[in-house]
């Protein structure tokens, strides 16, 4: 017989800089994209195969908060500040309480606004982050 693994989207935080960012989106609130190609596979035409580890290990963030957050008063300043002085990276954490998902990037930073809409109902609001190079990222299950 096997365990009832629990996720709980209540228990994923996520900080950037300082500040831990609250208000999310109903669903799909957190994204995480691999820039690079991880392990390329080469096969010769006398069928010798062989492979290469790409070593970009950067990655594009997207975290989607509701039109209504505070968080997004904060990341309006965090890229307003970085535009206008260019040194403004922070660092990212993406953590799963309820589970081993776990995420650092020492460098991160907003690569523009999001689009904007505004409606008769909340909306979601998509920040996308760029990162320098993650080591060891862990993308895991649930208790």
């Known amino acids: 017989m096997s365990d009832v693994l629990t996720y709980n989207p209540k228990k994923n935080i996520i900080i950037y800089g300082a500040k831990q960012l609250t208000g999310f989106a109903e669903d799909d609130m957190i994204t995480i994209k691999p820039l ?12 010798e195969v062989g492979r290469s580890i790409d070593p970009n290990s ?5 975290v989607s908060l509701a039109t209504s957050s505070k968080s997004n008063d904060y990341l309006s300043a965090c890229f307003n500040k970085d535009r206008k002085t260019g040194s403004n990276m ?17 460098q991160a930073w ?16 998509d920040w996308t982050f760029n990162t320098g190079q993650v080591d ?8």
């Open 110 to 125: 907003i690569k523009n606004f999001p689009e904007s809409k505004r409606g008769r109902k909340i909306s979601n609001q």
């Open 36 to 47: 690079g190609d991880g392990m390329q596979i080469f096969s010769g035409a006398d069928g």
């Open 136 to 143: 060891d990222p862990i993308i895991g299950g649930n208790d």
């Open 58 to 62: 950067t990655y594009e963030v997207t």
């Open 90 to 106: 922070m660092p990212l954490i993406i953590k799963d309480l309820s589970g081993s998902t776990l995420f650092f990037a020492k």
